[in-house]
């Protein structure tokens, strides 16, 4: 029980016994070996080279009291890139928000988060970089529609933080599940549906109740429970309304 994240720890301290015990060498560098232990290498080389201009995805219309962490979060970014020495551009239409204020990023437009707009950004300032993962389910959804689209590869851009296959497979509710099983999670018994006649289907295979969850929505619209075929065709038929996709889970709840 407990975190096993850096049990890797407790290896480095029985190399140190082991090694002292055989060879009697009291000059072991420890401080040399946990770096070692710690240090990450990626599967694939990642460019470490830092870009003149990022734009960053805001959080855009947000309700009162409602997604608040994304133009916290926002605006973190904003002033870490800074601290950088990185130009920052900022599109966000919302005007009541702390990163669209006066004197933190160094460009902001008030433009809808949709592709068209985001583009057009993109073409007029030609950053070397973008941030996704700042503006909450309206800029993951835009940064994949505009990567579906090559608009980073037409334009030269690369997506820092957060890889956008990374983002395709946590937002896509069908990978995420396999994934999930992939690596032998126990979670509740799942199937992802894009119509209401197959969230019925899929419901009498799992057996009621069921939860609805949409996937690429705002704030979970659409997503419920149901106990019963009726309910659910009501939940689904407004899920699917906000979403293309919907996965249906037996419910856990008691």
């Known amino acids: 029980a407990g975190p096993e994240d850096l049990e890797c720890l ?21 401080r040399e070996m946990i770096c070692q232990k710690l240090t990450y290498i990626p599967k ?27 133009d916290y979060s926002g605006s973190q970014a904003i002033k870490a890139l800074q601290e950088e020495h990185i130009q920052t551009v900022l599109i966000n239409p919302n005007i009541a928000t702390v990163q669209t204020s006066k004197g933190l990023a160094d460009k902001v437009y008030f433009l809808p988060l949709v592709p068209e707009y985001v583009e057009q ?43 956008i296959n990374a983002i395709i497979n946590t937002e896509d509710r069908k990978i995420f599940a396999e994934n999930v099983a992939t690596i032998g999670e126990k979670v509740a018994p799942s199937c992802a549906v894009y119509s209401v006649a197959a969230a019925l289907k899929a419901a009498e295979k799992l057996g009621y109740p069921v939860m609805a969850r949409a996937a690429f929505s ?24 906000h979403s293309s996709q919907l996965i249906i889970d037996k419910s856990l709840r008691g």
């Open 218 to 241: 705002l704030g979970g619209l659409g997503s419920g429970f149901a106990d019963n075929c009726d309910e659910l065709k009501i939940l689904a038929t407004q899920a699917l309304a």
């Open 10 to 30: 407790f290896d480095v301290f029985l190399d140190t016994v082991n090694k002292y015990s055989t060879d009697g060498n009291n000059e072991t560098n420890l």
């Open 121 to 163: 950004v993109i073409r007029a300032e030609r950053p070397g970089g973008v941030l996704l993962t700042f503006g909450g389910q309206t800029g993951l959804n835009c940064g994949v529609q505009l990567e579906r689209a090559g608009v980073f590869d037409k334009y030269g851009v690369r997506i820092l933080g957060t890889p």
């Open 44 to 70: 694939v080389p990642y460019n470490m080279n830092l870009p003149r201009k990022v734009l960053i995805i805001g959080s855009g219309g947000l309700s009162i009291g409602q997604a608040g962490e994304f």
